[in-house]
C-alpha cells in the first residue's frame, strides 16, 4: 500500500502569509497531483507534476516534484481567504495489468483569516 | 468539457435500506470510472476501480457484497450501499477516467453524494 503523508495537517494563519504544504511518500510516482476541496464538494484538480524536479506556478501557487519523484511541496504566496481549503495531493501508480490508480495524501486543512 | 455528475448529491436513509448512487461522465466516454469514501475532515479512500462490461477491482477492506458496482456504459456507473449501516454514513466521490494519451487515465471527479443512515 502506498501511503502519502501531507504535513502540517491543520494550519491557520493570517491573509499576506506564506506558506508550504508537504507531501512525502516512499514510493515512486508517475505523476503527482494536487487538488483542492471544498466541503460538501469533489476536489477539484490544480496541477499535475510529471518529472522529477519539476516546478509549476500557477499565479501565487508554486508546486515542485521532487528529483526521485516520490515527493511534492505546494507554496502558496500571499495567501487570501479564498485560498482556504482541503488541499490533497495524490500520487498516480501504472498498474502492473493496465490502467492506473490515484492514491491520496492525507490532506492539509488551510483556513487563511482577514 | 470532462465533467461528471453524481445523483443524488445527498441522500438520508434508514439503517437497513439499500442506497444507489449514480455517477456519470457528461461529454466523454470513461474508460474507467473509481469510487471513493471520505470520512469528515480526512482525505479520500479509493473503494473501488470499475471498467465498463467487467467486474469492479475492489480495494482491500472493502466489502463487494455490500457495495455493489455496476459499470453498464461507458458514462454510466452505479454504487449500490446495500443493507446500509450508520458506519456507513460518509461522503462518496466517484471520478471517470479518460486516456489522456499516454498510459494512465486522468481522472474527473463528480461532487460528490452525502449518505446519512440513520
Known amino acids: 500500500t502506498q501511503l502519502l503523508e501531507q504535513s502540517p495537517q491543520f494550519l491557520s494563519i493570517q491573509e499576506g502569509e506564506n506558506l508550504t504544504v508537504y507531501c512525502n511518500s516512499s514510493?515512486?510516482?508517475?505523476?503527482l497531483q494536487w487538488y483542492r476541496q471544498e466541503p460538501g464538494e469533489g476536489p477539484v484538480l490544480l496541477v499535475t507534476v510529471v518529472t522529477g524536479g519539476e516546478v509549476k506556478k500557477l499565479k501565487r501557487l508554486t508546486f515542485q516534484f521532487g528529483d526521485a519523484r516520490k515527493d511534492s511541496s505546494l507554496h502558496i504566496t500571499a495567501a487570501q481567504p479564498g485560498d482556504t481549503g482541503l488541499y490533497l495531493c495524490a500520487g498516480d501508480f501504472i498498474l502492473t495489468g493496465g490502467g492506473n490508480k490515484l492514491t491520496f495524501g492525507t490532506g492539509t486543512q488551510l483556513k487563511v483569516e482577514l | 468539457g470532462a465533467v461528471v455528475s453524481q445523483h443524488p448529491s445527498w441522500v438520508i436513509c434508514k439503517s437497513g435500506t439499500s442506497v444507489k448512487i449514480e455517477c456519470r461522465s457528461l461529454d466523454f466516454q470513461a474508460t474507467t470510472m473509481f469510487w471513493y469514501r471520505q470520512f469528515p475532515k480526512q482525505s479520500l479512500m479509493l473503494m473501488a476501480t470499475s471498467n465498463e462490461g467487467s467486474k469492479a477491482t475492489y480495494e482491500q477492506g472493502v466489502e463487494k457484497d455490500k457495495f455493489l458496482i455496476n459499470h453498464a456504459s461507458l458514462t454510466l456507473s452505479t454504487l449500490t450501499v446495500t443493507s446500509a449501516h450508520p458506519e456507513d454514513s460518509s461522503f462518496y466521490i466517484c471520478?471517470?477516467?479518460?486516456?489522456?494519451?499516454?498510459?494512465?487515465?486522468?481522472?474527473?471527479f463528480g461532487p460528490g453524494t452525502r449518505l446519512t443512515v440513520l
Open positions: 471520478s471517470a477516467g479518460r486516456l489522456a494519451g499516454g498510459l494512465s487515465d486522468t481522472q474527473y
Open positions: 514510493s515512486v510516482f508517475s505523476s
